[in-house]
């Protein structure tokens, strides 16, 4: 079974070091559980979001997310976070 995105980090894979949420509101939650639960986020494994929205400045630490242009050609991605 494959794990969620929070137990990715979880000591129970302790190979993995980072999560790409589908997009930032499922990375977020990811990484405010992770936060409850142990690993140091970035430091023991960073979270990525595909929206671009901004709340993700606003957390702590701040939510690295993928700016995708829709009206840019696939494959044509920014990352506008940190």
């Known amino acids: 079974m494959a794990p969620t995105a929070w137990t990715a980090c979880s000591p129970e894979h302790p190979g993995t070091t980072a999560v790409l949420g589908y997009n930032d509101l499922i990375a977020a939650g990811a990484m405010r559980r ?7 986020v970035p430091g023991d494994c960073a979270f ?3 929206d671009g929205l901004m709340f993700g400045e606003l957390m702590d630490p701040p939510l690295t997310t993928l700016h995708v242009g829709k009206r840019q050609p696939s494959g044509s991605v ?3 976070g940190t």
């Open 34 to 40: 992770a936060l409850c639960r142990g690993p140091a």
């Open 78 to 80: 920014e990352n506008s």
């Open 48 to 50: 990525v979001g595909c």
